[in-house]
């Protein structure tokens, strides 16, 4: 660690060198192995000597959650011991080896040296990381004693990854990295280029991809190749989080006096609202009005300068979205479509109040709902093979009961007020954007699937790494 960047990379490509001899000239079984393995440990070293690369890292892959490797794909690995068990997104490998890289980082008490702060995140994470570890406690106590058809294993699996994983590896990674307004600045910078790359990417679908009954915004791949999936509200939850973000960024460049940088970050805002409301997601509408609602209130008191100022804008802006949601929204909400997805998340709903009356307080254990719901003959007769719950209310309700789902709404709730309070307090823009990112991806995921994962901790971690640097403000 102590020697120069010259030295580094000298040494470095000497070890890369004969690893690579070594790993080729090694049977042919074993040189896979060692291949991915060699991959892993180089993605530690390099984040071992530059955690901020990491970070980066970490930042742009968050919501490429459908960007999965699946050895079990390829021919060379499905008959190769532990190859063909490896199926993970691409972000959870990266943050992987982040946390190893971390963990090195700590144990040698390198953070005195300025690689990881030791102060200022503690008091961000301390209350969350609390309820969120009872939260945690409870969901063992139902997988051990409660799982569903006695998968006691298969529940704790669950409950490791990916309960426990989503909180450590986006949540507590982007609070303890995150030291500094600058790396704050390009996390959210990183993401303005990925909402607007997505964005550009959605709204190419209108004319790539073969539209059916609904002129809508869905991901696509490109030889194969889908980052994103194939539903339009993986589309929508990167959106949802990243829109706040970019209105600040273009907020800052005009206060900065930075015309060509506000104009950039304003054609980008208003390419993600445009593609946010053509995937016609209703839960991304509800996220995206809650957030409207969310930032009035919290600028009530500016709001009469800013009508003064941007009246015409208003109008235009008021005017455009009566029609928009007087005519497609208003069509679409009557269509047959979303009656029959309203119908089946209501026959779901009501197939979990079922069975949480038969188990209230615990449930049937963590992991266990899409199995309880496979073997629940009034759904598969009407529906087919069970999908994921949509909403983690549901989820957690028959997962783990009554006592589960309240601890994690105190969690939520204590987040929410935590975060809002800060922001109020402080006024600053920075870390009132991360704030309605944050409350626009939890309100997504009271009707979506992606709970769990870097979608919604990710934007919680960094609004936590936000809180800490403007605590002393």
Known sequence: MSQTTQSRAYYGGIALFFLAVLIFALPSQIFFQAGVLGIIIFLVVIFLFNLRLGLYALAATSFFYGWEVVLAKYSWAKNIAYLSSVNAPMVDIIALALLFAVGVVLATRRWIQGQVRNDRWLRALKIPAILYAIFLVSAAVSAYFFAYDHNINSSLKYLARPMFFAFVAFSFLPVILIDSEKKLLTVLKIWFCVGTLTAIFGLASLVVAPQQEWFRVTPFSIGGFAPLGYNHNLIAEVLVAII??????????????????????????????????????????????????????????????????IKGEILAAGVLAVVFITLYMGAFLTSSIVSNSNSSRVFSTKIVLFYAARSPLFGYGPGMYIRVLGDTWDWFSEYGDPLEAHGFMQKILLEEGLVGLTLFLIFVSYLIYFLWKRAARTRDLMLTATVISVFGAIIFQVFNTSYFNSVMWMPIGVALAATGLKGKD
Not at 253 to 280: D, H, K, P, S, W
Not at 298 to 305: K, N, S
């Open 244 to 309: 706040p973000l970019g209105i600040y960024l273009a907020a800052r460049a005009r206060q900065q006096g930075a015309r060509c940088n506000f104009f950039v970050y304003a054609i980008g805002v208003l390419l993600m609202l445009l593609a946010e409301f053509l995937t016609l997601s209703r839960a991304g509408w509800v996220a995206i009005f809650s957030q409207i609602a969310m930032t009035l209130f919290l600028f009530r008191g500016y709001l009469p300068v800013y009508v003064r100022e």
